[in-house]
């Protein structure tokens, strides 16, 4: 069994189901020569960037996402497998090869710009985190929510990192018309077990001082609280301080075998 890499989720580069051949380790190959993983960008020019969500499980009408992979490395995030399609593997790569859509905000102004267009609600981001590491260089999340306010548009954001507090001043003003939500995810208090679970997020303690903090700006939030029915939390889940427009939701997850 391979033993943990501190800051990331996954231990190896699982196969890639779309690839023909697979990768196996030889005798040859020692046990305690592990690489090291940094992570490596790469810029995308999509064609597209605003998602209709067509699933009957999901209440919301469209999502969009600023980066493919997520540097937040958690073990069990359902969005892995999606790295696939882009010839990845949803292992390591999924949280070290991180594709950056620079052409993000162009796309999101030509759609709200589109004939017969009817606004509704964005989820930002409904697959890899837009706040993730990544985007304190790239501030393409910022970017977004900026046009949100320029158009009016509503938009949801659900994070892991509190990395979001840097936007308070463009949240705050989406927020006086009505026009944002936030959720933080928070699947427990213990921070030894978050360690695990989700190496690169933000801490428990810190997480939890960005919800008030945005409550206190007058922002709706969250507390996302994913949980797998595997895992035994002891009642540690994160209860937000005070402010009643912050509310809290579970999400189930549901592993899929290899």
Not at 72 to 84: I, M, N
Not at 109 to 136: H, V, W
Not at 221 to 227: A, L, S, V
Request: proline residues 4%; positive net charge.
């Amino acid at each position: 069994m391979k033993k943990e890499i501190k800051g990331q989720g996954a231990v190896s580069n699982i196969h890639n189901h779309f690839e023909k051949n697979k990768y196996e380790k030889s005798i040859y190959d020692d046990d305690f020569e592990e690489p090291e993983f940094k992570t490596q960008v790469q810029y995308v020019y999509s064609k597209t960037l605003v998602n209709e969500v067509k699933s009957p499980d999901l209440k919301m009408a469209y999502s969009m996402n600023p980066y493919q992979g997520c540097e937040h490395g958690c073990a069990y995030c359902y969005a892995r497998p999606t790295h696939e399609y882009w010839g990845y593997s949803a292992g390591i790569d999924f949280e070290r090869t991180i594709l950056v859509k620079k052409n993000a905000p162009e796309l999101l102004e030509k759609f709200f710009r589109k004939k017969g267009y009817k606004a509704e609600a964005i989820m930002l981001s409904g697959n890899t985190d837009c706040y993730q590491p990544i985007e304190r260089k790239y501030k393409i999340t910022r970017r977004l929510l900026e046009l949100c306010l320029e158009y009016r548009h509503p938009v949801n954001i659900l994070t892991k990192n509190a990395l979001i507090t840097r936007d308070i001043d463009v949240l705050k003003q989406l927020a006086e018309k009505n026009l944002v939500t936030a959720a933080l995810s928070i699947p427990t208090i213990n921070e030894e077990l978050r360690r695990k679970l989700e190496p690169r997020t933000s801490s428990v303690k810190t997480k939890l001082k960005a919800l008030e903090m945005l409550s206190q700006n007058g922002i709706p939030t969250c507390n996302g609280c994913p949980y797998d029915s595997g895992i035994e939390y002891n009642g540690n889940t994160a209860h937000s301080k005070s402010h009643s427009r912050t509310w809290c939701v579970g999400l189930r997850l549901y592993a899929r075998a290899s």
